[in-house]
């Protein structure tokens, strides 16, 4: 049986705009000052200040965005990186922005690293009108000193989470980490990410002890993130904890969201397969093409 998700309680709001493929991704800087031995950010975009927007590059800030939202007809934005806090004025700047474009009710969430917050930061973030934000951190010393700058979004309005990569061997760390959020009243959720092996972090990973399965996850980071959403759904049930699958992205969020722009920009003789791939009619035959990030594959023929 392939397991695609597994949600204790509900999902985020931010989550349930990525289940309809609704939701675009914001990849807004790979700047980031740490180096999490599980890091998946590619090396060619860690540490450099580089966008791109649904993976297609960013060249015209905001404008290569906008126009990449009205293709896609998304009603959220999710900021990732690096760590998008490492250009706080860029992401006030452009959720200001999309708010007066959209509507309030234009959901954006964003990602931070505990360790990377700071209280300038904090407080420009806290007066943007964001909506989410999602904390990263895997071990509770990672949110010394930074409970108190949580609250400043928590008592702005945002509503916060912890979304950490599903550790195998972390389990009882993690647990401590949402102990302290939940206990201290700052998280309404959790989310812990099937851990991914890629290029970036595959040495890393094996030097640790861990081994990637066939599927490009880490063997044991399923069952890692089932024992900690157990346990915390057992002390504190009205935390919503989601386990999201490797599969679950690839199927659900990204065939989702390919599904959505094919079917606003496909043309007359292409029809949408639910996977979001396109099956074209030409007098050649019928070819089954990949579009992504603006490129075309030809995936199938006949
Ligand atoms: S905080 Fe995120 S981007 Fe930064 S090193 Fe860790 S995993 Fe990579």
């Not at 954006?108 to 999602?134: C, F, P, Q, W």
């Not at 069952?223 to 989601?242: F, H, L, M």
């Not at 722009?261 to 099956?279: A, F, Q």
Request: glycine share 12%.
């Amino acid at each position: 049986m392939i397991r695609l998700n597994i949600v204790f309680g509900e999902f985020a709001r931010g989550c349930r705009q990525c289940q309809l493929g609704i939701k675009s991704v914001l990849f807004i800087t790979g700047v980031c000052p740490l180096n999490c031995f599980y890091c998946p950010v590619s090396r060619d975009r860690f540490g450099r200040d580089v966008m791109f927007i649904n993976d297609r590059p960013i060249n015209k800030f905001p404008g290569d965005i906008i126009d990449e939202l009205d293709r896609a007809g998304s009603n959220g934005l999710a900021i990732t990186g690096g760590d998008p806090i490492m250009v706080v004025d860029r992401v006030v700047e452009l959720v200001r922005l999309l708010k007066d474009i959209y509507g309030q009710g234009f959901h954006i969430h964003m990602y931070t690293h505990a360790l990377n917050i700071n209280e300038e930061a904090i407080k420009k973030m806290a007066g943007s009108g964001i909506d989410e934000v999602r904390i990263h951190a895997i071990n509770p010393a990672q949110l010394n000193g930074k409970l108190s700058l949580l609250r400043v979004l928590k008592d702005a309005g945002i509503e916060l989470g912890l979304e950490v990569p599903a550790l195998p061997r972390f389990e009882g760390e993690i647990i401590k980490v949402a102990e302290v959020l939940i206990t201290n009243g700052l998280i309404s959720f959790v989310n812990l990410d099937e851990l991914d092996v890629s290029p970036a972090n595959i040495n890393n990973l094996i030097s640790m002890g861990y081994r990637p399965g066939p599927d490009g996850s880490v063997i044991g980071s399923l069952d890692a993130g089932i024992k900690i959403a157990s346990e915390i759904r057992r002390r504190w049930s009205w935390i919503n904890v989601n386990v999201c699958t490797s599969r679950y992205k690839d199927l659900a969020q990204i065939g989702a969201r390919l599904f959505r722009i094919n079917m606003r920009i496909g043309g007359g003789n292409e029809v949408v397969l639910d996977d979001g791939t396109v099956e074209s009619k030409s007098e050649g035959g019928v070819v089954i093409k990949l579009r992504i990030g603006g490129k075309e594959y030809d995936v199938e023929s006949g």
